[in-house]
């Protein structure tokens, strides 16, 4: 279910542990300089900036020209950006978590030339200011602050406040916890391209129902915490689209047809000009999608683009690593790239700018997962994909004429999972490795022939290798006919002629994958031990609905069936596995996930009791009429349409069916599955007499990582339980 999604936030949030060595070798975030040559980074305090070919390192920015006046440290920041000319610093500092993202803190302004530092938003509350830009020409920043937007003279420091109708559930120039969590919606205004205007959302949250939290653990009286939080069959928040012309503070609105209680704005930008611009709106059920120019002088719109689906249509942030910003403009705006799965294939399309002509780019029985870089001068794309194994990752590019062939760029001996963070022009990238046997290394190349920048610095020379590794990667065809990626990891010294217990990893929603060909994507982060050395198998398999490269009608299958197509899928590959596997012990099957991992953790022990015997189950949504809108709506329709996939979905419908040893786990302080789910399901354990061990965490959420001790806590409550009910060793 959600990001940090149910889907999402299961593999980047909870998976943190198992992949941080992985993470620490990625192709990060770089702040490329704009001619794609060289890069910035903090040392010491000081903003460096590094060519890329000659590692030769010149100080842009001093320590000591961060010191505010009155203080004897420079700021602390990670943070920062400048202004097209380099004259101006912005950096970001003294920030406070939003829900799931640290958006929110103090901003500094520093004049290069003047060494001059001074705080933004002088006046108004500390830590409360939000996306704060500079503009264009370097004359002004603006900025949101409790809901509000303003601006700032950076001359004068004069700030303007351009709304005032802002509150915590009508929200101008950010969004509410729906829009962040399920459409990647959190920087809400835009400067146009002269700096005379500022487009912005304004989202009405003041009709949705308010989900009650309590806070219970940090003073002796409870506090009531509201969020804001739109359950499946609540409309969605009316939003509106304006433009504030900064010379008279009049804000002009867009004029979007249809209700906005039946519609999703999730992109806006300027269309390439200041004159107007570009969104896109997708319907309550999220399978038609319509792009429109609006004139911000008259408010007027023209629809010039449609697209529907029979299930669903993902928007910018589920192809772009979370991020629904900018639009890909090519030909001096003549051009734009599109991204759908209208042909049955995730692919990436060139369309006119009057949406009256489109030429297929990336043509072929495969999907991309994300473009990496558009090279316009040179006209490439660059993307990431794998047409031939869905479990890794490879960058290719294309002409983006259509008539180019696909090139592969990354090493075809160089088996796994590759990911880069291309410069501008691509010209050079950060490469990063890995695979389930390889320990994940990185380097700088060149592109596009691939080639590392320092050869004694290389991947391929620098390679480490652990040849005795005990993960095997597997293809398991159900009696359905259906072939599902997986992988095992099996016990030091195995001998085929025991028995083992096996434990099943499990995610199984549209929103994340678990079978990835990378460096531990397969270590069981919450385990206090080796697994393989106590004696157990592991085991994951990928069922459709997932988001692997397989194809729109593989991830699309599970269109109105979570929570049994997915738990279809799981149980038929484990008995097919058990039917040809002698070695796994029959009598000793555990699984266990968490969030949406957590929910097919339930259903696949109440379902399949003959199966499963052992389960662990961590902020699972235990009744889907319990989640938010935008995520169940999306993959499972409107419940007024179909609540009997509602209700047959959700792990609270089979609880009766429970027979095997289940250990149910949630935070009490989860905003995204709250803690109604956990006590509806309580209830209906407690109803039919079932027995079973729960675990509340007290304030914390769907992470449950908050608090002294609390993960030790997990991880020790979490082993205790599978080795007392699922015994380790071989037998």
Known sequence: MSTIKLKFSCLVIFLFISISLFSQFRAKEINWTPDGNAYLQLKDGNIVRTDVKTNDETTIVKREQLIPTGSDSPLSFNIYSFSPDYKTLLIFTNTAKVWRYHTRGDYWILDVASNQLTQLGKGLPSQSLMFAKISPDGKNAAYVSEHNLYVEDLSTHKITQLTSDGTRKFINGTFDWVYEEELGCRDGFRWSPDSKMIAFWQVDATK???????????????????????????????????????????????????????????????????????????????????????????????????????????????????????????????????????????????????????????????????????????????????????????????????????????????????????????????????????????????????????????????MKVNENSNIEYFKVTTEDNITLDGWVVKPDNFDSSKKYPVVFYVYGEPGSSTVGDRYRAQSNFLYNGNMSKDGYIQISVDNRGTPSLRGAAWRKSIYG???????????????????????????????????????????????????????????????????????????????????????????????????????????????????????????????????????????????????????????????????????????
């Not at 009766?656 to 399901?681: C, P, S, W």
């Not at 039919?688 to 609390?710: C, D, L, V």
Request: proline letters at 5%; a negative charge.
């Open 561 to 731: 069936q979570i929570g049994r197509l997915n738990i279809h899928d799981q149980a038929m590959a484990a008995k097919k596995l058990f039917a040809e596997n002698s070695y796994l012990d029959t009598s000793r099957v555990a699984v266990w996930g968490w969030s949406g991992g957590g929910s097919s953790t339930l259903n696949l022990m109440f379902q399949y009791p003959d199966i499963y015997k052992t389960g662990i189950s961590i902020s699972a949504v235990d009744n889907l009429l319990f989640y938010d809108n935008i995520y169940e709506e999306r993959y499972m329709g409107l419940p007024q349409d179909n609540m009997d996939n509602y209700i047959k979905g959700s792990p609270i419908y089979y609880a009766k069916n429970l027979r095997g040893n289940l250990l149910f786990i949630h935070g009490t302080g989860d905003d995204n599955v709250q803690y109604d789910n956990a006590e509806a399901m309580l209830n209906e354990l407690i109803k039919y007499n079932k027995t079973f061990q729960f675990m509340p965490y007290p304030n914390r959420t769907h992470s449950i990582s908050e608090g002294a001790g609390t993960r030790e806590h997990l991880s020790s409550l979490y082993t205790a339980f599978l080795r007392k009910n699922c015994p380790p060793g071989a037998r």
């Open 208 to 462: 949705i129902r308010d989900y009650y939290m309590l806070n219970t653990t940090d003073s002796p009286y409870s506090r009531i915490i509201p969020v804001e939080y739109p359950k499946v069959g609540q409309p969605p928040s009316p939003v509106r689209i304006g433009v504030i012309m900064l010379n008279t503070d009049n804000i002009k609105w867009m004029d979007i047809p249809g209700d906005p209680q039946e519609h999703y704005l999730p992109r806006m930008e300027w269309a390439d000009n200041s004159n107007e611009l570009v969104l896109q709106q997708l319907n309550r059920k999220q399978n038609e999608s319509k792009l429109f120019y609006c004139d911000v002088n008259t408010g007027s719109t023209t629809n010039f683009y449609t697209e529907d689906d029979k299930a669903w249509i993902d928007i910018k942030s589920r192809w772009n690593n979370d991020d629904p910003m900018g639009w890909d403009w090519l030909h001096n705006g003549k051009d734009f790239l599109w991204v759908s799965e209208k042909d049955g294939w995730r692919h990436i399309f060139l369309v006119s700018r009057d949406g009256k002509k489109e030429t297929l780019i990336t043509k072929g029985n495969y999907d991309i997962e994300n473009i990496k870089c558009i090279d316009d001068k040179n006209n490439y794309v660059y993307f990431m994909a794998s047409p031939n194994n869905a479990t890794q990752l490879y960058l290719y590019r294309v002409k983006m004429d259509g008539k180019g062939k696909l090139e592969l760029l990354s090493p075809a001996d160089m088996v796994g999972t590759h990911d880069y963070n291309i410069s501008p022009g691509a010209k050079y990238a950060m490469h990063s490795f890995s695979n389930y046997k390889t320990f994940p290394a990185r380097e700088w190349i060149s592109l596009p022939d691939h080639k590392p920048l320092d050869a004694n610095k290389s991947i391929a020379k620098n």
